[in-house]
């Protein structure tokens, strides 16, 4: 975010009282049944899954004894379950919902380093600047312009951008390598503009990236060439390989969650902006759910198909999301406001495409 730009000022009176009410019928669905807003069993469960997964297909390939073919149907399941350590652990555990104990929510927070990122640094990008003004260009850097791919009606607009709605699924894969360069320039930028948000030592948390990144790349690279008969070139294909498969997934789920033609965009501009809407609200009209009744993408994703009641509630687990999203529908249409949502994965999907279209020809200059 550039220093010219200045963060909107949500209105603080709520519409007709929506959110104080919301969040008291949440607060009664958790007493009534007697159950704890952070991780239970079944989390504890989905985190030993996730990190097998992980873990087993690179002790195997390590052995040496799979043919080339049984190595990438491997590196794949590491793709994939990286994924959803970062959807389903990381994610949770970065927002202080993973448990009520400060040490085991920082104990898988650190989980994003197996992934090659920096948890300082993700806190203050998601749970700060995306969590509060969602869609909101100049602020919230998930919908900056990624290269060549435009994310926001208000961005710049170029001619190559009316290809975008084809070319950008190439490059939604990259997305996982940034982490092992852009949190080296955060860890600057974020003390700089930030301010009380970035409640971190610049030296020690520089030295904390740097050594991550090393013992990462250490066991991805490193340790495959000590072992393998193979040449660096191949694990380092290998290593893109898995790479390409995790970013592509987290890409792809967060497009569908914020970047639909129900969702509303916004701008920061050089002056400061008093919105009329609360920052619930905003949330609302910002987020859109998909594919709510189905099982696999509820257990995999982390909840983050339930990104309307994730954006109101980040506090609360995700194994609780399917049973608090009606809540949160009915009282949202209650107050007649618009609940966004996709019944399925391939109806928001196809609604992502047309926004990708939609931006490769449409500029608007005014929040």
């Known amino acids: 975010m550039a220093n010219t730009y200045q963060k909107p000022k949500f209105a603080k009176l709520d519409r007709a009282n929506f959110f104080p009410t919301l969040k008291k019928r949440i607060d009664g669905y958790f007493k009534d049944n007697n159950i704890a807003k952070q991780g239970n069993f079944e989390m504890f469960l989905k985190t030993i899954i996730l990190l097998t997964l992980y873990s087993v297909p690179y002790v195997l390939i390590l052995t040496n004894l799979f043919s080339t073919w049984a190595v990438i149907g491997l590196l794949s399941i590491i793709g994939f379950a990286k994924a959803g350590i970062g959807m389903a652990i990381m994610h949770d555990a970065n927002h202080g919902a993973y448990?009520?104990?400060?040490?085991?929510?920082?104990?898988?927070?650190?989980?994003?380093?197996?992934?090659?990122?920096?948890?300082?640094?993700?806190?203050?990008?998601?749970?700060v600047l995306h969590h509060t003004y969602t869609n909101v260009l100049h602020v919230d850097e998930d919908i900056e312009t990624k290269f060549i791919v435009r994310l926001s009606p208000y961005a710049?607009?170029?001619?190559?951008?009316?290809?975008?709605?084809?070319?950008?699924?190439?490059?939604?894969?990259?997305?996982?390598?940034?982490?092992?360069?852009?949190?080296?320039?955060?860890?600057?930028?974020?003390?700089?503009?930030?301010?009380?948000?970035?409640?971190?030592?610049?030296?020690k948390e520089l030295f904390t990236i740097l050594g991550s990144k090393v013992v990462y790349l250490f066991l991805a690279l490193v340790v495959p060439f000590l072992m393998l008969d193979v040449s660096f070139g191949w694990i380092f294909l290998g290593f893109l390989f898995v790479h390409y498969i995790t970013g592509m997934i987290l890409s792809i789920v967060f497009q569908?969650?914020?970047?639909?033609?129900?969702?509303?965009?916004?701008?920061?501009?050089?002056?400061?902006?008093?919105?009329?809407?609360?920052?619930?609200?905003?949330?609302?009209?910002?987020?859109?759910?998909?594919a709510r009744k189905n099982c696999f993408l509820n257990w995999y994703l982390g909840g983050l198909n339930y990104q309307v009641e994730h954006h109101l509630f980040p506090n609360i687990c995700h194994v609780h999301y399917s049973k608090i999203s009606d809540i949160v529908k009915e009282t949202a249409n209650e107050y007649g406001i618009t609940y966004n949502e996709y019944p399925t994965f391939m109806g928001a999907f196809a609604s992502h495409v047309r926004v990708l279209k939609w931006l490769g020809k449409t500029e608007m200059v005014n929040a």
Do not use: C
Not at 102 to 114: A, D, E
Not at 156 to 180: D, E, N, R
């Open 156 to 203: 710049p607009l170029k001619p190559i951008h009316k290809h975008q709605y084809w070319y950008a699924f190439l490059l939604y894969g990259l997305m996982t390598f940034s982490f092992l360069i852009k949190d080296f320039i955060k860890v600057f930028r974020y003390k700089r503009e930030q301010g009380g948000s970035a409640k971190y030592n610049t030296r």
């Open 99 to 127: 448990s009520n104990k400060s040490w085991v929510n920082n104990l898988f927070g650190g989980t994003l380093y197996l992934i090659g990122g920096s948890p300082t640094m993700w806190k203050i990008q998601h749970n």
């Open 256 to 290: 569908l969650a914020h970047l639909v033609e129900i969702t509303n965009h916004h701008t920061a501009t050089e002056e400061s902006q008093d919105w009329e809407n609360t920052w619930a609200i905003h949330q609302l009209e910002t987020t859109a759910d998909f």
